[in-house]
């Protein structure tokens, strides 16, 4: 596969999910940048918005398998990942896999299960594989977490904790629609249903092809710092109490690579980084007390505003 299957690939997803999906195209193409680079994704936002639409048109684009959990505070991890059970004419256990053996595994409501079960998509999400009585069962290839969780309610919830929400890769919100992007999704859903007819445009391998070239997508010396002095500056103790990790750092790079494939670029440029930066670093930062209505989204712009951006002679 070279750049410009790579890029025709996956701009026909993202128009493919539009003939369902009405929003942002900015929003298609985050989540798209997520599956090439491998990552997973942080749906906040209100009901009905239409997250479960999203990741099954994804699916459907692609030819994948998804699978939907409805995660409620009665929800326990083998419900996700599978249960050894003893078969008693063999004499021995047979593991039965459980609904994250999928392509797209949407995690609805994922704040709504106890930590205990929150903690069952860690190796999922991680290594992409899960470990049950002594052996390894690895997950479908492409696999991609989209988790849902409502930023409004929080009674019968549990907040993720810092080391989950620092695996996913980006956290978006598909918003609200404007009134003329609401009247033309009323007109698509009142006579018909869209997903029914929704036909895939791109196969698995073509997905593992597209992961694999994204990571052959150059990034120069001064990028690399770019983004490093990005990561210092935003850990800046005197406002953030928790700031990004090392792995927040990967995930921007590797995020700017499949960005720039979308693109049409075999290379990335610094407004990959700044149109990533804070979909990528604001979910992994914890904010101050006394920094008032400061937001970790608002901090990541201020930070962007005193980095230095590579010139053209440095790049």
């Not at 992007?181 to 018909?192: A, C, I, Q, T, V």
Request: overall charge negative; some cysteine.
């Amino acid at each position: 596969m070279n750049l410009n299957d790579a890029s025709k690939a996956c701009q026909s997803i993202i128009d493919n999910m539009s003939r369902v999906m009405v929003c942002r195209q900015e929003v298609l193409v985050k989540v798209i940048t997520v599956l090439a680079a491998g990552g997973h994704v942080l749906l906040e936002d209100v009901p009905g918005t239409g997250k479960t639409t999203l990741a099954k048109s994804l699916a459907q684009s692609i030819d994948g398998e998804c699978r939907r959990i409805q995660f409620t505070p009665d929800l326990l991890p083998s419900d996700i990942t599978g249960i050894s059970i003893y078969r008693q004419h063999t004499e021995q256990f047979e593991f039965v896999k459980g609904p994250a053996f999928c392509n797209i595994l949407l995690a609805d409501e994922i704040n709504r299960a106890t930590p205990r079960t929150q903690s069952a998509l860690l190796e999922c999400m991680e290594e992409k594989q899960i470990s049950e009585r002594g052996i390894t069962y690895p997950l479908p290839v492409p696999f991609l977490v989209i988790a849902t969780q409502n930023p409004v309610e929080s009674q019968g919830t549990f907040m993720l904790p810092e080391a989950q929400m620092d695996r996913f890769m980006i956290r978006l919100s598909i918003g609200y629609p404007s009134v003329a992007d609401s009247k033309e999704l009323l007109g698509r859903f009142l006579h018909d249903e869209p997903l029914a007819g929704l036909r895939s445009v791109v196969s698995l391998n073509d997905i593992t092809e597209i992961q694999q070239f994204c990571r052959l997508c150059h990034v120069t010396d001064d990028l690399l710092l770019y983004i490093s002095e990005i990561l210092e500056n935003a850990r800046n103790p005197e406002y953030v109490r928790l700031g990004p990790s090392p792995r927040a750092g990967i995930a921007l790079a590797r995020a700017c690579q499949a960005y720039a494939v979308i693109q049409g670029r075999d290379y990335v440029i610094p407004d990959d980084v700044k149109s990533l930066a804070g979909p990528v670093l604001a979910h992994r930062i914890l904010m101050r007390s006394f920094t008032g209505t400061l937001s970790a989204e608002q901090w990541i712009e201020k930070v962007l505003e005193k980095s230095a951006v590579p010139t053209e002679k440095r790049l």
